[in-house]
């Protein structure tokens, strides 16, 4: 099983980027899926963003064609750019993987998280 390390939030400006990123420890990087949630102070975890073992992706609609989720096996690294960030973004971010799907089912295998901050 998979370790998950995320690292990159901070504070940012409205309309600014920042880019997260996992690391992930162990051989089977490859086989799992990958995705990004997010957790704001009083509200439950929600789903951000997605890639599959083939790289195919999906998005909250919140994020829709702001954000981007990446992988890069051989450096059993998964990212998530975000770009045109809005104060409602704010939260710590959360990386998970499974071997079936991070959206099909919860998630086997989570992350610490990460803060991100966004400024109005």
């Known amino acids: 099983q998979v370790q998950l390390v995320e690292s990159g939030g901070g504070l940012v400006q409205a309309g600014g980027s920042l880019r997260l990123s996992c690391a992930a420890s162990g051989r089977t990087f490859s086989s799992y899926g990958l995705g990004w949630f997010r957790q704001a102070p009083g509200k439950e975890r929600e789903f951000v963003a997605a890639i599959s073992r083939t790289s195919s992706t999906g998005y909250a609609d919140s994020v829709k064609g702001r954000f981007t989720i990446s992988r890069d096996n051989a450096k059993n690294t998964v990212y998530l750019q975000m770009n045109s960030l809005k104060p409602e973004d704010t939260a710590v971010y959360y990386c998970?993987?499974?071997?079936?799907?991070?959206?099909?089912?919860?998630?086997?295998?989570w992350g610490q998280g990460t803060q991100v901050t966004v400024s109005s």
């Open positions: 998970a993987a499974d071997q079936i799907s991070v959206i099909a089912r919860f998630p086997s295998t």
